[in-house]
């Protein structure tokens, strides 16, 4: 009954947002946040894997995946911080504020595992890491949601490109 319209996938956004801090026009924050995404996902299973199968090389992946995943997310954090503040546009979505915040609440979170591990990694697991590490999933995909919903539905921080029409390169030899 009150449904919102949809937008087509032509329709999904008339002008792309495109990424200043790039390399040769490729956005690097998207290139940067996969791996905090896999790292800091993959802390749960480890950590599950050390409670079921008691191989403390569990734990200590687990350690070690929570540094990987707090130190990529910390240098894509400053890529992404670079476009917000350099561009307007981002900082005008509501979408970007909330992918923001949603970072920031996954760096702290990582920052905290890393904090509760550090002493002993294999003691931390049981029942504080897991359960930290289990509430770090849910904010992995939440961040990684809204990331994706600002490239692919706003066209927020894509590939920049040149929006004027090309000419066909001659097929032969000029003429004179």
Known sequence: MFRRKRPTSEQQFTRKIPSRVAFRQHPIHPMLVVFPIAFLASVPAADLAFVLLHDVRWAQLAFVLNIAGLATGLLA?????????????????????????????????????????????????????????????????????????????????????????REAPPDGPAEG
């Open 77 to 165: 954090a400053a890529f992404g911080l670079g476009d917000f503040l350099l561009v307007r546009e981002i900082r005008n979505h509501i979408s970007a504020w909330s992918h923001a915040v949603v970072a920031v609440m996954l760096l702290a979170l990582a920052a905290a595992g890393v904090w509760l591990r550090w002493p002993d990694p294999i003691r931390a697991v049981w029942p504080w890491g897991l359960l930290l590490s289990s509430a770090t999933g849910p904010v992995v995909a939440a961040a990684g949601w809204l990331g994706g919903t600002l490239s692919f539905r706003h066209g927020i921080g894509v590939y920049g490109e040149d929006h004027a029409p």
